[in-house]
């Protein structure tokens, strides 16, 4: 199992920025995915969960109205858009796929690094 997360960067409070989740390894239509993010000091929080469909989704009340979440099933990839940046988003983002509720696999990829300053 690999996840390969990218499209992190410095970006501008009230900003938008999109990551992207490359997974393999697994039935990747079969699983929901997750959104996960862990800023310095603090523990890794659930931000956005998409169904093995891509027809149902949920979100932290933190990101719910700004973030977006979607997947390409064909392309195995998860994607994350964020809108309206604060401060308090910056974190290092990771997916993983999801069951109940927990993430599934122990296996993490490197994650992406999103900054918010001015």
């Known amino acids: 199992v690999q996840f390969v997360e990218s499209g992190g960067g410095l970006v501008q409070p009230g900003g938008s920025l999109r990551v992207s989740c490359a997974a393999s390894g697994f039935t990747f239509s079969s699983f929901a995915m997750s959104w996960y993010r862990q800023a310095p000091g603090k523990e890794r929080e659930l931000v956005a969960t998409?169904?093995?469909?891509?027809?149902?989704?949920n979100y932290a009340d933190s990101v719910k109205g700004r973030f977006t979440i979607s997947r390409d099933n064909a392309k195995k990839t998860v994607y994350l858009q964020m809108n309206s940046l604060k401060p308090e988003d910056t974190a290092v983002y990771s997916c993983?796929?999801?069951?109940?509720?927990?993430?599934?696999?122990?296996?993490w990829g490197q994650g992406t690094q999103v900054t918010v300053s001015s």
């Open positions: 998409i169904n093995n469909a891509g027809s149902s989704t």
């Open positions: 993983n796929a999801r069951v109940g509720s927990s993430a599934y696999f122990n296996s």
